[in-house]
Each structure stands twice: as structure tokens, then as C-alpha cells.
């Protein structure tokens, strides 16, 4: 009878014991909450990327000195709807069938599935702001509370420059803009006790068309200043069929009419600073945060965007201007401030990498893989290229030196990124290449589902605003 009441007591006190040490380590180290900031057709024209030295981009800059920026970081798709939808819900567009803006992903993608959804079934308070899924399809049960803001000022001094939509300075107060109102929503989140931990993401819709910001960003930018980007007159005489119609060489040679092509580039550039003012405006909150030193910062860009390249403007292809963007981490304890990492990564890796960094199991589904060992040593090696995909059965793959497409109809491109960083000579055809195309070739998807439902083709629905999902 000792014996029994001894060993009860001590089996009591040694759960008593781990209770307390379970507790004592909770307290220690809480979950990590998230800042998931998005930016909308922002290419590498950022400063400390240096792929033009136009741009003035500060805040960017700033928030790549706080940790580890991502020098090769390509899209799943170089358009919106694809491109967020892959991110998000951790499907490639060749195993979703989301290929297009007019796909409606909501039949295909539970909301349990989805990374927010994923990271509220893990006991995270999931909310934000602005543009994260693309604006046409949205779903209130992937947020607990969620600020759609829309409608900005008209332009003053409008101008069209082709196909382009109409844009130029405004002359209106900063706080009248959708991104600056997603930005205070963001700012106060991260000002806010929590009762557990947090999944903010904030959206920002600029620099997407159209390019309308306060003027002092135009002035930024003098239009007797602005430098057009590199440009070959016959950059497309080597190119596939297919890749000429991804092209659209007509566009291009409407908007380079007098001063069309200088002017869209100085709108860019203006709409380019804006978001970085709004962006430096995040990082100071961030800074300031109280759980600053628990908050995994990550900031994205859906995809890249070309403004005269390759006879080419806006996304739509498959080239390095359309599928390169922004890609920085802050992650208290893992990345070491003002590094940079030339690994060849893509956005599928978001969703896995967040899992990893804040203990929340990986569905089995997601596709991407983590990149926590690149976010822990900047040069770990690492031999996974990105695959960007456009339309069914196009796609490219991009490793540290080179990129390869292959088109539906079996066009093929290849190019040598050290020696044509611009990509103006198409070694698809030369022989001396043919292992370094198989080599590539290997990591094309396989799957190539059908193209899911449509919708509103291209024509994003009108968001509401309101103060909690579900209302």
C-alpha cells in the first residue's frame, strides 16, 4: 500500500513537473506571429537589387538590411490571379488549373487547405488588409477580420500612352489612397495586444496600373531625366512562334509613340516610390512593434513586369522582367541582418517556409519546399531552380545561370542569364547546349491539369468593405 501511494504521488508530481515545464517554455517561446506583406506587379526595379539605378526606393532597401533578401525569387505565374492563388493555397497552376485571372480558384482550393486557412486551424488570429487573393475571386472563411479598401483620386493631368490605362500625378491628401488605408489597418494590428498569435498580411495594390500617385512621386522621377530600359530592335527575330504572340509587339509600338514610352516608364518609377513610402511606413510599425522580436516578417512581389523589353509591356510571359520580384525575410533568430542570397528560389517555397518557422505542420498537398536553410546561411548550397508556368503546358525554368522555355506547341527558349542578362540570344537551337536544356527540361511539371472554371475574366469584381469577415 506505501508503495502504491509513493508511486502515485511521484507518477502526480512528474506530470505536475512537465506541466510546469511545458508552461515555463510556452511563456519562453511563444509561436512566432507573421507580418505577410504583398506588393502587386513590382519588379526588380528596387534599389538595392540594382537593375536600375533610377529607382528610389528606400524603405526596401531599409527592410533588406534588417535580414535576407532574395536576389533570384520568381512567381508561379506571371499574372495575378495565378500567381496568388499557387502562393496561397500551395498548388502549382499545373495541379490546380488556375492558370488565368478569368479561373475562379474557390472550387478547386478548400478554405482549409489555404495557408491562411492552415494557419487558423492552428490557432493563429488570421487577418489583414488590401490585396492578398486576387480581388475577383475572394472568400470571407480564409480571414477572421478583413479591411477591403478601394476607389483612389483621379489623376489631375491624365495620359494614355497606348493599351496603358490613363495615368499621371494627383493632387490629393496621401490618406484618401486604398494602400495607405491597408497600411493603417496593418499599423494598428501590429500596435495591438493579442491574445495569441497573429497572421497580418497587408496588400498593397501599387505600383499596378493605374499609375496615379500623389505628384511629389512624379517629381521624383523629371520626365527629361528618365532613362529607358535596354531594348533590341530585332530581340524577337529568334524567338518561337508562341513567344512572339506572348509578346505583343503591336502594343509595344503604340505606347513608344513621342513621348508615350518615357512617360509610362516615369509612371512606374513614381508609382514604384509610392509603395515604397507606404512599405516604409509598415517597417516603422514593425519596428516599433512590441512583438517585434517574435514576428516573422516576409515581403513578396506576385510577380515581375516589363516596360518595353523584349518589345513587351506588363506580365504575361514568361522572360525574367515578368517572373522576377521582390523577396525579402526578417526572422528574429534565423536570418543575420543585410544578407543576400543569390539562390534560385520561387514563391511556392512562402507557404511551407512559414509552416516551418512557426511549428505548423505542412499539408501534404503544398508543393514548395522550405527554405529555412537558406534563411540560416544565405550560401547553404541548394539546387532547385523555379518554375514559373503561363497557360497550360508553358513553362520556364530558371537556375543561378541559366533560364529555359518550353511552349505548348514545343517552342523552346534558353538563355545563358551571366552572359545576356537581358536575354537577347536564344541558344535553344545551338547543339553545344542540348545537355543544359535536358538538364532544365527535367524539373517542367508533369501534371498540366485542365484549365479550371471561368468567371469574371480579367475583370476584377468591386471589393466591399467591411469590419469582420462574414458581414
Given at each position: 500500500?506505501?508503495?502504491?501511494?509513493?508511486?502515485?504521488?511521484?507518477?502526480?508530481?512528474?506530470?505536475?513537473?512537465?506541466?510546469?515545464?511545458?508552461?515555463?517554455?510556452?511563456?519562453?517561446?511563444?509561436?512566432?506571429?507573421?507580418?505577410?506583406?504583398?506588393?502587386?506587379?513590382?519588379?526588380?526595379?528596387?534599389?538595392?537589387?540594382?537593375?536600375?539605378?533610377?529607382?528610389?526606393?528606400?524603405?526596401?532597401?531599409?527592410?533588406?538590411?534588417?535580414?535576407?533578401?532574395?536576389?533570384?525569387?520568381?512567381?508561379?505565374?506571371?499574372?495575378?490571379?495565378?500567381?496568388?492563388?499557387?502562393?496561397?493555397?500551395?498548388?502549382?497552376?499545373?495541379?490546380?488549373?488556375?492558370?488565368?485571372?478569368?479561373?475562379?480558384?474557390?472550387?478547386?482550393?478548400?478554405?482549409?487547405?489555404?495557408?491562411?486557412?492552415?494557419?487558423?486551424?492552428?490557432?493563429?488570429?488570421?487577418c489583414g488588409a488590401g490585396k492578398i487573393y486576387h480581388g475577383a475571386y475572394e472568400r470571407d472563411t480564409e480571414w477572421d477580420d478583413y479591411l477591403h479598401s478601394e476607389g483612389n483620386p483621379r489623376p489631375a493631368e491624365p495620359f494614355s500612352a497606348g493599351p496603358l490605362s490613363p495615368f499621371g500625378p494627383v493632387d490629393a491628401p496621401e490618406t484618401e489612397w486604398s494602400d495607405h488605408k491597408s497600411v493603417d489597418y496593418g499599423i494598428a494590428e501590429l500596435s495591438k495586444q493579442h491574445d495569441k498569435p497573429f497572421f497580418v498580411a497587408v496588400g498593397l495594390h501599387k505600383p499596378h496600373m493605374p499609375w496615379t500617385v500623389p505628384r511629389k512621386y512624379f517629381e521624383m522621377h523629371p520626365l527629361d531625366q528618365v532613362e529607358l530600359p535596354p531594348y533590341r530592335e530585332d530581340d524577337l527575330d529568334d524567338l518561337p512562334p508562341a513567344a512572339v504572340e506572348m509578346a505583343k509587339p503591336r502594343e509595344h509600338e503604340s505606347v513608344r509613340k513621342g513621348e508615350g514610352w518615357q512617360r509610362s516608364v516615369q509612371a512606374y518609377l513614381a508609382?514604384?516610390?509610392?509603395?515604397?513610402?507606404?512599405?516604409?511606413?509598415?517597417?516603422?510599425?514593425?519596428?516599433?512593434?512590441?512583438?517585434?522580436?517574435?514576428?516573422?516578417?516576409?515581403?513578396?512581389?506576385?510577380?515581375?513586369?516589363?516596360?518595353?523589353?523584349?518589345?513587351?509591356?506588363?506580365?504575361?510571359?514568361?522572360?525574367?522582367?515578368?517572373t522576377l520580384a521582390p523577396f525579402i525575410w526578417v526572422v528574429p533568430g534565423v536570418?543575420?541582418?543585410?544578407?543576400?542570397?543569390?539562390?534560385?528560389?520561387?514563391?511556392?517555397?512562402?507557404?511551407?517556409?512559414?509552416?516551418?518557422?512557426?511549428?505548423?505542420?505542412?499539408?501534404?498537398?503544398?508543393?514548395?519546399?522550405?527554405?529555412?536553410?537558406?534563411?540560416?546561411?544565405?550560401?547553404?548550397?541548394?539546387?532547385?531552380?523555379?518554375?514559373?508556368?503561363?497557360?497550360?503546358?508553358?513553362?520556364?525554368?530558371?537556375?543561378?545561370?541559366?533560364?529555359?522555355?518550353?511552349?505548348?506547341?514545343?517552342?523552346?527558349?534558353?538563355?545563358?542569364?551571366?552572359a545576356d542578362p537581358y536575354e537577347w540570344t536564344n541558344l535553344a537551337g545551338d547543339t553545344r547546349y542540348q545537355s543544359e536544356k535536358q538538364k532544365l527540361a527535367a524539373y517542367l511539371p508533369q501534371d498540366n491539369v485542365p484549365e479550371a472554371s471561368g468567371g469574371q475574366k480579367n475583370k476584377p469584381g468591386k471589393a466591399k468593405k467591411r469590419a469582420k469577415a462574414g458581414k
Open positions: 500500500m506505501v508503495r502504491s501511494i509513493l508511486f502515485i504521488t511521484l507518477a502526480f508530481s512528474a506530470i505536475g513537473l512537465a506541466r510546469s515545464m511545458a508552461a515555463d517554455q510556452s511563456k519562453a517561446a511563444p509561436r512566432p506571429n507573421v507580418l505577410f506583406i504583398a506588393v502587386d506587379d513590382l519588379n526588380h526595379w528596387v534599389g538595392h537589387l540594382g537593375r536600375n539605378k533610377q529607382t528610389k526606393t528606400p524603405n526596401l532597401d531599409r527592410l533588406a538590411t534588417l535580414g535576407t533578401t532574395f536576389t533570384r525569387a520568381y512567381c508561379a505565374a506571371p499574372v495575378c490571379n495565378p500567381s496568388r492563388t499557387a502562393l496561397m493555397s500551395g498548388r502549382r497552376p499545373s495541379a490546380s488549373g488556375v492558370y488565368a485571372n478569368g479561373n475562379d480558384w474557390r472550387p478547386v482550393i478548400s478554405p482549409e487547405s489555404t495557408l491562411t486557412g492552415t494557419f487558423r486551424r492552428a490557432g493563429y488570429h488570421v508609382a514604384v516610390s509610392y509603395a515604397d513610402a507606404e512599405i516604409g511606413r509598415l517597417i516603422d510599425a514593425y519596428e516599433k512593434s512590441p512583438q517585434r522580436d517574435n514576428t516573422v516578417l516576409v515581403l513578396w512581389g506576385d510577380h515581375g513586369w516589363h516596360l518595353g523589353e523584349k518589345h513587351h509591356w506588363r506580365k504575361f510571359a514568361l522572360w525574367e522582367e515578368s536570418t543575420k541582418a543585410g544578407t543576400r542570397c543569390d539562390r534560385t528560389v520561387d514563391f511556392m517555397s512562402i507557404y511551407p517556409t512559414l509552416c516551418d518557422l512557426c511549428g505548423v505542420q505542412t499539408p501534404e498537398h503544398v508543393q514548395g519546399t522550405s527554405i529555412r536553410q537558406l534563411l540560416t546561411d544565405s550560401q547553404s548550397a541548394w539546387d532547385r531552380p523555379a518554375v514559373t508556368t503561363h497557360g497550360r503546358n508553358n513553362h520556364a525554368v530558371r537556375s543561378e545561370g541559366w533560364r529555359y522555355i518550353r511552349y505548348e506547341d514545343g517552342g523552346e527558349e534558353l538563355y545563358d542569364e551571366t
